[in-house]
T-cell receptor, first 116, second 114 residues
Framework: EAGVTQFPSHSVIEKGQTVTLRCDPI?????LYWYRRVMGKEIKFLLH????????ESGMPNNRFLAERTGGTYSTLKVQPAELEDSGVYFC??????????????FGSGTRLTVV | DQQVKQNSPSLSVQEGRISILNCDYT??????FLWYKKYPAEGPTFLIS?????DKNEDGRFTVFLNKSAKHLSLHIVPSQPGDSAVYFC?????????????FGTGTRLKVLA
């Protein structure tokens, strides 16, 4: 099966611009997660979708970040306007059941965002 | 208030020797702990997990030990191989806001020297 796909793999934008990241989860996975890793720090939870609904968005940094999951399939994460501290690697992950087997998630390879 | 801590940012080990990666946590409500391995330009991949009711889990060359009283877990890799060179993340699972989620550490970069 195809894995979790994220694009773009890299994005360099200027402060104040808008960027949209996309994630295609593994087909059939109802649970989709966004995480972020700022350079050298922990991989930090942003939010969790179950199908098209936001189950938990407690990790979203502020209202400059907007996540959507159209029809319960792919998801987008928009940052508008981008700030320097938004730079980092944004990971998407998906799972079929809510961590039923404790194998964790399947992660995508991430989008490296650089705000200059 | 980092709940999962990996205090060693890097570790170098000779091929064939044992690698020991450490992780400390603060929240006693964590019920599962996992280790993920990450190569450059790739996403983290699941390696091994342990329930909070166990103290050891083994899978081939990888063993995870859990010391609940000390709130400490460790990953042992024996023998270490050059292909094990990667960043290793410790993660702990918790039920919060109506769902499970993982709290990750900052990672330890392991370099296995040939």
């Amino acid at each position: 099966e195809a894995g979790v796909t994220q694009f773009p793999s890299h994005s360099v934008i200027e402060k104040g611009q808008t960027v949209t990241l996309r994630c295609d989860p593994i087909s059939g996975h109802d649970n989709l997660y966004w995480y972020r890793r700022v350079m050298g720090k922990e991989i930090k939870f942003l939010l969790h979708f179950v199908k098209e609904s936001k189950q938990d968005e407690s990790g979203m940094p502020n209202n400059r970040f907007l996540a959507e999951r159209t029809g319960g399939t792919y998801s987008t994460l928009k940052v508008q306007p981008a700030e320097l501290e938004d730079s980092g690697v944004y990971f998407c992950a998906s799972s079929q059941w809510v961590l039923l087997f404790n194998y964790g998630y399947t992660f995508g390879s991430g989008t490296r965002l650089t705000v200059v | 208030d980092q709940q999962v801590k990996q205090n060693s940012p890097s570790l170098s080990v000779q091929e064939g020797r044992i690698s020991i990666l450490n992780c400390d946590y603060t929240n006693s409500m964590f019920d599962y702990f996992l280790w993920y391995k990450k190569y450059p330009a790739e996403g983290p991949t699941f390696l091994i997990s342990i329930s909070s009711i166990k103290d050891k889990n083994e899978d081939g060359r990888f063993t995870v030990f859990l010391n609940k009283s000390a709130k400490h877990l460790s990953l042992h890799i024996v023998p270490s191989q050059p292909g094990d060179s990667a960043v290793y993340f410790c993660a702990a699972r918790i039920w919060a806001s109506g769902t499970y989620k993982y709290i990750f550490g900052t990672g330890t970069r392991l370099k296995v020297l040939a």
